[in-house]
């Protein structure tokens, strides 16, 4: 009998509400529906699938009424897409392109036609999905390949199964690229065979019609619920991938924390990368199988897996993940694999070849990881992973899995429509694939710091020892950057282990850290004389000690990215570190002591790539929770005024440029010194302000 983990085609039931679709035009039931069935992962992988309608519409031009093809657009995520989203085509124009093809050497000239055929000056680009929709004579269609679909499809038993479960009622093509070609294999199959409900496509997926988008939606939904209840049927009486060989290891969060920051020091090239950890029960049990390294050498088997995971996975032997001379060889052998992969099936026009580092790393007993360029990228690769070992144990059960031919994989990875998609993109964010650890990240400073990172498109943790604030501040972040960007931890930065633990986090979520800010801090107001030994330690627990911790957890990830351009440490300060402060003297000295700290640890980092600087705010009194507290009153009673706005404007007035200090302006030079902008700058200190003639350096 196999595990739980062995049963994984859930068996998806309709969702539709006749109520509310009642109140929708022709239009917005097939967003509705698309949505519907995206929005449903056992229907659907994230990105995949596209759905279509044939309808009327009023030809802007003529005023006569046309059929008009709508079709999800390339791009995009039916579960989440809008109406614009969608591809609008004038059918007749499509239909007529059948002149402008004369076999499968044209499939690509086909693609330059579709614009063409736009209705109505629409903007959103047709897919290459397009002709499967246009050519068949079905009012609504459907085509999708969720998990327990492909299984079928990349299946040696696939055919047989598909005739066991549908008898006849659904049809089988064999592999053939996405494209006018397979469009036209279809339209001729479906006309051959005319009481057909479906086809399976071999490798793609299943494409599906009906008369109404309700029946059409209801007919995918029975289909997939069909394929999967057959496969756990079989599933049920033997053990998943030969059973088991390797045990989970219950310290394999910690073990990932240690080893994503090495394979990320050793993917070098033109960009950063960003890591993925998953130890869920599929990936524990396919990594730990008898047949992993046999199944996972194959590579995937359906377009959209393959352009998100590469032609095959990084696999690494357990007992050597301590061994770095060891991860960078086979980092290292990966990319030569690779490069004569590409040297292999490079055609006379082919792009350029992409980066060759692995996209998917694989560790029996630990789980999967998988890098990309940008978080989002590494966490659906992961997902579409898991996709396919959902695949190959469901192929494996019914037959022998089959896995994209090499010179078809390539053909799809370097399709020049698919370089032109790539090129269409806008450029990165100039802090695309860097990692932000912000202590104190729920003040004022921090949180400021923290947003000015995201939107240049870095990933950011924020350590704040108030849980409760941190996570607001964090859910506020993610419901504007995304969630994918921004993780929270609890730490006190006092305490050692919480510290270390932190990093560790930041480590396994985004796979380790290129910045840190250093910038939890307290304050407090006393003459000497009524200055306790607890005050005193208090501050320098915080302002000097934990800017100590900070650093040197931080230390060993930072150093991993020296190849890689070099990372970067920045103290928030005080004005007071470099200007006496009456009645603040342990404040002030310890902050003294972190800045000189600071030049120490640059002298010390130079070696590694690693710069260290320091920002200098003064009397940065909006969204400040130090000032919100007792030090504002402590500073008022040391200056004779009043708390409130007074005090504002004393410290306004004090400035030699009379202006206030915001957040804002401190996160700018946090920026400034975390970024590329100060790549040879290093052992230096900015004042943010607004002038005061005691802080000059000297």
């Known amino acids: 009998m196999t595990s739980p983990a062995a049963l994984p085609f859930a068996v998806p039931s309709s969702r539709w509400d006749d109520a509310h679709a009642a109140t929708l035009s022709p239009e917005e039931l097939l967003l509705y529906r698309s949505n519907l069935l995206g929005s449903d992962l056992t229907v659907t992988n994230f990105g995949g699938g596209n759905t279509s309608a044939k309808l009327t519409e009023t030809d802007p031009l003529t005023g006569q009424a046309v059929e008009v093809l709508w079709v999800k657009g390339s791009g995009g995520d039916i579960g989440s897409m809008k109406l614009d989203g969608f591809a609008t085509l004038y059918q007749d124009k499509l239909l007529a392109l059948e002149a402008h093809y004369a076999g499968p050497e044209d499939d690509d000239k086909m693609v330059g036609y579709l614009p063409h055929c736009t209705f109505n000056l629409n903007a959103r680009a047709a897919s290459i999905d397009t002709p499967l929709h246009s050519l068949l004579p079905f009012a609504h269609v459907d085509h999708v390949h969720p998990d327990a679909i492909i299984a079928l499809a990349a299946s040696s038993g696939g055919e047989a199964a598909t005739q066991a479960i549908w008898g006849g009622r659904i049809g089988w093509l064999p592999w053939k690229r996405p494209g006018y070609t397979l469009g036209v294999m279809l339209r001729d199959y479906v006309a051959a065979n005319p009481g057909v409900e479906g086809v399976m496509l071999a490798g793609h997926g299943i494409i599906c019609w009906a008369d109404s988008a309700k029946a059409c939606y209801e007919h995918t939904v029975t289909l997939i619920a069909d394929a999967a209840a057959y496969l756990n049927g079989k599933l049920a009486d033997q053990p998943a991938f030969g059973g088991q060989a390797v045990a989970p290891n219950p310290d394999r969060a910690a073990i990932a924390a240690d080893l994503m920051p090495r394979l990320r020091g050793h993917m070098t090239g033109a960009r950063r990368k960003l890591g993925h950890f998953s130890d869920d029960a599929e990936s524990l049990e396919f990594t730990g199988s008898v047949d992993f390294l046999r199944l996972a050498g194959l590579g995937t088997s359906c377009p959209d897996h393959f352009l998100r995971t590469k032609i095959a996975p990084l696999t690494l032997d357990p007992a050597r993940l301590q061994d770095d001379a060891y991860l960078a060889g086979q980092i290292a052998d990966y990319r030569a694999m690779y490069a004569a992969y590409y040297e292999r099936c490079k055609r006379p026009n082919s792009p350029a070849m992409r980066d060759a580092n692995p996209v998917v790393v694989l560790v029996p007993g630990v789980g999967r990881m998988t890098f990309a360029t940008d978080k989002t990228t590494a966490r659906l690769a992961g997902e579409f992973y898991g996709n396919a070992i959902n695949v190959m144990r469901g192929a494996e059960a019914i037959g022998d899995y089959i896995a ?195 030049r120490c640890l640059a002298l010390e980092g130079a070696p590694a790539g690693i710069r260290v600087n320091v920002v200098n705010p003064d009397a940065v009194i909006r969204g400040s929770r130090i000032w919100d507290g007792d030090w504002r009153k402590e500073r008022a009673g040391t200056h004779g005024i009043d708390p409130g706005a007074e005090l504002e404007e004393h410290y306004r007035q004090r400035s030699m440029l009379k202006r206030d200090v915001l957040p804002e302006d401190i996160a700018e030079a946090a920026y400034f010194l975390g970024s590329d902008a100060s790549a040879k700058s290093t052992g230096n200190m900015i004042n943010v302000d607004a002038g005061n003639v005691q802080a000059f350096t000297r």
């Open 404 to 598: 994209l031919d090499e010179q078809e994989a390539f053909d799809i990875e370097y399709w020049l429509l698919e370089e032109a998609k790539l090129q269409r993109m806008p450029a990165p964010k100039p802090q695309v694939g860097r990692v932000a650890f912000i202590t104190g990240g729920a003040g004022g400073i921090g949180a400021a710091t923290a947003a000015r990172f995201l939107r240049e498109g870095a990933c950011v943790v924020l350590a704040d020892r108030d849980a409760a604030a941190v996570e607001d501040v964090r859910a506020g972040f993610a419901r504007q950057f995304g969630k994918d960007v921004v993780r929270a931890v609890t730490c006190d930065v006092t305490d050692e282990d919480q510290v270390e633990a932190a990093f560790a986090t930041a480590a396994r979520e985004f796979g380790g850290v290129d910045v840190v800010v250093a910038n939890a801090g307290i304050a407090s107001s006393a003459a000497v004389e009524d200055t306790t030994l607890e005050l005193w330690h208090r501050n320098y627990d915080v302002l000097a000690q934990g800017y100590f911790l900070t650093a040197r957890s931080a230390w060993p990830l930072l150093k991993r990215m020296k190849d890689q351009g070099g990372t970067s440490v920045v103290f928030i300060g005080s004005k007071n570190g470099v200007a006496a402060a009456a009645g603040a003297s342990a404040y002030a000295s310890a902050k003294a002591a972190a800045n000189h700290l600071a």
